[in-house]
Nanobody
């Protein structure tokens, strides 16, 4: 079974940057469509960004557009989320998620619900505070 591990979280001040990484143990991410979600204290988990297996299609939540960038490194079999100009409202536990690649053309046309992704990492804390 695919196991995902996030890294790169931490505590930063507003305006600073972090890069989250998501890696798979025992399997390559090359056959999965991927996404980042986050859950802030007292709130429901929400989609942040998604990327198709090929990397050709990406999508972002309105709240992070222009600040966050999702990317793939097929050689290292990793997914990244570059987060710039972080704000206190970005404070949350961030999760990477994966779904097996299919020929479904609708994946990541919009931010898909979490139910579309059967594989999840354990999450990593990102805190933004002065």
């Amino acid at each position: 079974q695919l196991q995902l591990v996030e890294s790169g979280g931490g505590l930063v001040q507003p305006g600073e940057s972090l890069r989250l990484s998501c890696a798979a143990s025992r399997f390559t991410l090359a056959y999965y469509d991927l996404a980042w979600f986050r859950q802030a204290p007292g709130k429901e988990r929400e989609g942040v960004s998604c990327i198709t297996r090929s990397g050709e299609r990406t999508n972002y939540a309105d709240s992070v557009k222009g600040r966050f960038t999702i990317s793939l490194d097929s050689v290292k079999s990793r997914m990244y989320l570059q987060m710039n100009n972080l704000e206190p409202d970005d404070t949350a536990v961030y999760y990477c998620a994966a779904t097996p690649w299919t020929l479904d053309p609708t994946i990541c046309e919009v931010l898909d619900s979490e139910g579309r992704y059967p594989y999840w990492g354990q999450g990593i804390q990102v805190s933004v505070s002065a």
